[in-house]
């Protein structure tokens, strides 16, 4: 596998629920992504992490709240979630974002569907 | 707007044959470019890297090519299998962010 492991793989969830996706990586990267991927559509970055730290927020609606603990860990909390969220949600990581060409490796995703 | 556009959703190709996947761009100017595999119900796996001063580059079965006045690259299999059946996506890369094209959907019939 790709050393970045995600939980749960599949999520269905009311629009009241509160939940969290988990992502871990043991690869030693101190970058980490979400993406968003809808059907038939590119992946959509999210929430980008280095060192801890978060550099990216593309945009995102607030009902999406990452935290990153440490540089092996990242969370996607969500709640009051819209039908229209239903999507994989994919965590990423690579050795360093501002690397010229830091591949990245995917953990297998979460299947959300909002109900 | 920038704009990723892979030539199509849906390839078929006999085995054996060479496959070619296209990925244009508009109004981007990337550092480089990647291409990754997509197996239905899993992450994006990455396969090849190119820079934009590169032209050409090779793994195996796989060769990529990059012409920056285009703005297209090219990804082909060559003696393609089943076993590649799958959703190819690029990706290009600047600065700290990599954007992702929909995809190519292909399939190598026996």
């Known amino acids: 596998e790709t050393g970045v492991t995600q939980t749960p793989r599949h999520l269905v969830m009311g629009m009241t629920n509160k939940k969290s996706l988990k992502c871990e990586q043991h690869?030693?990267?101190?970058?980490m992504y979400w993406y968003k991927q809808s059907a038939k559509k590119p992946l959509e970055l999210m929430f980008v992490?280095?060192?801890?730290?978060?550099?990216e927020n593309n945009s995102v609606p607030s009902r999406f709240s990452p935290e990153c603990p440490n540089s092996s860990h990242l969370f996607l909390h969500l709640h009051t979630l819209q039908p229209e969220d239903s999507a994989l949600y994919l965590c990423?990581?690579?050795?360093?974002?501002?690397?010229?060409?830091?591949?990245?490796?995917f953990g297998p995703g979460t299947r959300l569907t909002v109900l | 707007s920038q704009k990723i556009e892979q030539n199509s959703e849906a390839l078929n190709i006999q085995e054996g044959k060479t496959a070619t996947l296209t990925c244009n761009y508009t109004?981007?100017?990337?550092?480089?470019l990647q291409w990754y595999r997509q197996d239905p119900g899993r992450g994006p796996v990455f396969l090849l890297l190119?820079?934009?001063?590169?032209k050409e580059k090779r793994k195996e079965r796989l060769k990529v090519t990059f012409d920056t006045t285009l703005k297209q690259s090219l990804f082909h299999i060559t003696a393609s299998q089943p076993a590649d059946s799958a959703t190819y996506l690029c990706?290009?890369?600047?600065?700290?962010?990599?954007?992702f094209g929909s995809g190519t959907q292909l399939t190598v019939l026996p």
């Open positions: 990423a990581s690579s050795q360093d974002p501002l690397a010229e060409s830091s591949e990245q490796f």
């Open positions: 690869l030693g990267h101190n970058a």
């Open positions: 992490y280095n060192f801890k730290e978060q550099t």
């Open positions: 109004n981007y100017s990337p550092a480089y």
């Open positions: 190119i820079r934009e001063n590169e």
């Open positions: 990706a290009l890369g600047s600065a700290r962010q990599l954007t």
